[in-house]
């Protein structure tokens, strides 16, 4: 008898079944809520597969986003150093101009009625033809930072001299035109001195002289042509091979003249103090580099003559400053505007000094080179 009603009853339960997989799904909302609730759950004798809740989705994504990111290999010190100088290659390159206008005036090392010395930052020129964002195009901007942002300011700013791309340190801008000429005309006669620190690869011999080579520009041949600076010397070794001859000098060769100081030397590199008494493209680069064949770090231009590729590394500094040869090409050319003095001007003398930029400083620590206290330096 109970066996008789549990089989009507599962034939009741079966023919329920049936009847309301027959009927109308429901329209309204409530009643679909209603359905989806009493659909059989994952792993039922159905085998259907259950539909992705948006509750279900939503908490599938919070557990990816909690879980630990240590399935990634963490970075070498390599690959972090690597990181660090393509970020900084790239810092302050295609930025908005009023991002990089409040960069220079946090900058500002010094600034009187006639003059302002900022700290140019690596990378950014000082003018560029394309329309980029160089320090030319920032200057309204921030002639109108330096006077508060006042409405009616009609200051403006000019560049003074000339500062590479890659060249970081202290730059020179004058209030007006008149006064730019005015400084163009003292730096003429030798009374506008600047002082340059550069870190390169080998120890000049003897550790201070003076480099007076003549620099012209060549053309480099080969797979890929282009144009270099390159040495014009006007002496060249005798026929005897016992004495060296004067020869007519080039007339597009342009007279170049630079002062150089070993501070400090370790690791096989050194850190330089350079004083060019002329104006020459490239000349502190190229008398370093084809002059005393110590190239600067990062000089990818002026350490292979014959061709155009990152310069060429030994493996004690490779090691020493953390990477790769095939990674080198991020490394940055070691150029610091150091120290910049106007002599004879109607005031007391202007003399200000750079700090050091944080890559420079990592690099000096990274070859154990050491550079003078404040006090000491001249």
């Known amino acids: 008898m109970n066996s008789c009603r549990r089989l ?5 339960n079966s023919g329920l079944t049936i009847a309301f997989s027959r009927v109308k799904p429901p329209t309204n909302s409530r009643s679909r809520s209603n359905a989806a609730a009493a659909k059989p759950a994952t792993g039922s004798d159905t085998g259907e597969k259950p539909r992705l809740r948006a509750i279900d989705l939503a908490q599938k994504v919070q557990q990816e986003k909690s879980k630990p990111q240590s399935e990634e290999p963490p970075l070498s010190g390599q690959q972090k150093r690597v990181m660090e100088l393509k970020r900084f290659s790239l810092q302050l390159q295609h930025v908005h101009p009023n991002v990089l206008a409040k960069h220079l005036h946090r900058g500002v090392l010094y600034q009187d009625k006639d003059v302002v010395v900022i700290n140019k930052p690596y990378g950014v020129p000082v003018r560029d033809d394309n329309g980029a964002t160089s320090i030319s195009s920032v200057l309204p901007v921030l002639s109108k930072m330096m006077d508060g942002m006042k409405i009616k300011s009609d200051s403006q700013l000019f560049p003074c001299l000339k500062l590479e791309k890659e060249t970081t340190g202290a730059f020179m801008l004058a209030r007006s035109e008149k006064i730019v000429e ?14 340059y620190w550069v870190i390169t690869v080998g120890v000049p011999v003897p550790s201070q002289g003076v480099i007076d080579i003549p620099i012209i ?13 390159a040495l014009s010397p006007l002496f060249r070794m005798n026929d005897a091979g016992d004495g060296m001859t004067k020869v007519r000098a080039h007339r597009q060769a342009h007279p170049a003249v630079t002062k150089y100081r070993v501070l400090d030397s370790s690791s096989g590199c050194s850190l330089v103090e350079l004083q060019p008494f002329t104006g020459v493209k490239h000349q502190m680069r190229v008398h ?18 014959n061709k155009l590729a990152p310069q060429k590394l030994p493996e004690r500094v490779l090691e020493k400053l953390g990477l790769e040869q095939r990674k080198i090409r991020y490394l940055p050319l070691h150029v ?10 109607n005031r007391a003398d202007i003399s200000v000094s750079c700090p050091l930029p944080k890559y ?19």
């Open 8 to 12: 009507a009853c599962s034939d009741f």
């Open 182 to 195: 005015h400084i163009l005309n003292l730096n003429r006669n030798n009374q506008v001195q600047r002082k």
């Open 217 to 229: 520009e060549r053309e480099v041949t080969g797979s890929r042509p282009h144009y270099k600076m």
């Open 288 to 305: 370093m580099a084809l002059a005393l064949t110590c190239p600067i770090l990062g000089d990818h231009k002026y350490s292979d003559w």
């Open 336 to 345: 610091l505007a150091r120290q910049m003095m106007l002599l004879g001007t």
């Open 360 to 378: 420079f400083i990592q690099t000096l620590n990274r070859l154990h080179l050491t550079f003078p206290d404040e006090k000491d330096y001249k």
